[in-house]
C-alpha cells in the first residue's frame, strides 16, 4: 500500500509542479498580451435600440464601444461610468480593471503549483519519517 502512495504522491508532485509552471507561463504570456488598461470617465448614451459608452482618450480622442447586455446591467441607469479602457485601442473598454482569463489562469496556476509543492513536500515528510 506505502508503494501506491508513493507512486500516487510522485505523481501528484511531477505533475503539479510541471503543468503549474506551464500554465503559470502561460498567464504571464495572456497577461503581457492583454495590453495596458486606463481608468476612464465615460459618459452613457442610448443609441437607437442599444447604449453606448463614450470617452476622452489621453490624445484627447473621443472613443466610443458599445455596452453588452451584462455592462449594460451593471451600470444600470447611471449617466456616467467608471471604466478601463485599452491604451492604443479606439473601442475597447471593460469594467474591471483586469481580465478574467487571466485572473482565471493565474487561480489555476497558483492552485496546481500548490498541490504540487504540496505533494513534494508530504514525499519529503514520508521519506524521513520512514527511514
Known amino acids: 500500500m506505502s508503494n501506491v502512495v508513493d507512486v500516487v504522491i510522485e505523481l501528484f508532485t511531477w505533475v503539479g509542479l510541471g503543468v503549474g509552471l506551464l500554465l503559470a507561463i502561460v498567464a504571464m504570456i ?3 498580451a ?6 476612464v470617465r465615460a ?3 442610448d443609441v437607437d435600440d442599444h447604449r453606448v459608452v463614450r470617452w476622452f482618450d489621453e490624445h484627447g480622442g473621443v472613443n466610443e464601444a458599445p455596452l453588452s447586455p451584462h455592462e449594460d446591467a ?3 441607469d447611471a449617466d ?3 471604466i478601463f479602457a485599452r491604451r492604443g485601442s479606439r473601442h ?4 474591471t480593471r ?3 482569463h487571466v485572473r482565471f489562469l ?3 496556476a497558483t492552485g496546481v503549483l500548490s498541490l504540487g509543492a504540496l505533494a513534494f513536500v508530504l514525499s519529503i515528510v514520508l521519506l524521513f519519517t520512514r527511514g
Open 92 to 95: 475597447r473598454m471593460r469594467l
Open 80 to 82: 456616467m461610468a467608471d
Open 34 to 39: 492583454d495590453g495596458t488598461w486606463v481608468p
Open 30 to 32: 495572456v497577461y503581457v
Open 98 to 100: 483586469s481580465s478574467p
Open 74 to 76: 451593471r451600470i444600470g
Open 106 to 108: 493565474t487561480l489555476l
Open 43 to 45: 459618459v452613457v448614451e
